[in-house]
């Protein structure tokens, strides 16, 4: 997608009034017998330079003047006049930011990876004159030049750059950009990427490779939640391993919060049972629920 370029009509609405009255005048004095044809036709000519010397340029321009093929000045915002037939507007010249898009088609990086990258340049022309006179057309050039040196910066990168570091690429390509057209008196503002697109056989096989790294770290914070549970069973080891009371206290810890749960079935290893007394334990733990139920009801 280029630069949209906005033609402008020379020919404005105060000339085209300037025109109209000027001969409705001259008319209406022939008609009146005032004066003759020859004069007449004299007239309406010198209404027509008049009206075409009155020029209007947008807040936003400025007019580049050449008489007689040299350049004169620039004039404008506003109303201005210029010398009919001697004097010529070569253009006008919109001087608020522009946005142009350009992209690089299968473009090879550093290690030979084919992307498409579709990016955005923001520019100014800052020196009206440079740009008038010094490039012939500085929408194409500029078009050109970004995309030349969006390639030249793709080949100068690997893939994983270009994916990662986004702003470091569009900010050297700014640079790159900007140390062309200074001489043409335009600055490139800003440049943004907008899309990197990669072959889908690369995008499948790094999304797999993305997958793996991510179960692959699960796995480890897994192993590593293990051996800090298994540390810390160890050293609660320690203190129930000479104070059976202890134990036995956290064994009906246990207990009462699987109650608290409403779960009816307890599953309890049988050593523990011996070592424990949990048989006993678990066995009075049922039977006060059990009568707590037939309260209830």
């Not at 690429?169 to 503002?189: F, H, K, M, P």
């Not at 800003?190 to 072959?199: D, S, W």
């Not at 066995?283 to 139920?293: M, R």
């Amino acid at each position: 997608m280029k630069t949209k370029i906005i033609t402008k009509n020379y020919f404005n609405p105060i000339s085209l009034t300037v025109l109209v009255i000027l001969t409705g005048i001259v008319i209406g004095l022939f008609y009146v017998k005032v004066i003759s044809q020859p004069m007449l036709i004299g007239l309406l000519i010198l209404s027509a330079l008049f009206s075409s010397s009155i020029q209007i340029a947008d807040q936003w321009e400025k007019a580049v003047v050449l008489r007689m093929g040299k350049y004169r000045g620039l004039k404008g915002p506003g109303i201005f006049f210029i010398i009919p037939v001697l004097d010529r507007i070569m253009d006008y010249i919109d001087q608020r930011i522009r946005v142009t898009d350009f992209k690089a088609e299968q473009t090879l990086t550093k290690d030979t990876v084919p992307v498409n990258v579709i990016a955005v340049l923001y520019w100014t022309v800052w020196d009206v004159e440079k740009s008038a006179l010094e490039v012939q057309d500085y929408n194409a050039a500029i078009e050109y030049l970004a995309q030349t040196g969006l390639r030249d910066i793709i080949g100068k990168h690997e893939l994983s750059d270009l994916l990662q570091d986004r702003e470091k690429i569009a900010n050297a390509l700014q640079v790159v950009l900007d140390e062309s057209t200074n001489s043409w008196g335009i600055t490139c503002q800003n440049v943004g990427i907008k899309e990197i697109t990669i072959p889908q056989g690369l995008a499948d096989a790094m999304s797999k490779q993305a997958q793996a790294e991510r179960e692959r770290r699960a796995r480890v914070i897994l192993g590593t939640a293990e051996t800090e549970i298994a540390e810390k069973f160890a050293k609660a080891s320690e203190q129930y391993i000479n104070n059976p009371v202890a134990l036995q206290l956290r064994a009906m810890n246990i207990i009462g919060e699987g109650l608290k749960e409403k779960s009816s079935l307890i599953l309890v290893p049988s050593s523990a049972l011996d070592s424990m007394n949990l048989g006993v334990l678990g066995g009075l733990a049922s039977l006060g629920k059990l009568q707590e139920k037939n309260t209830l009801e």
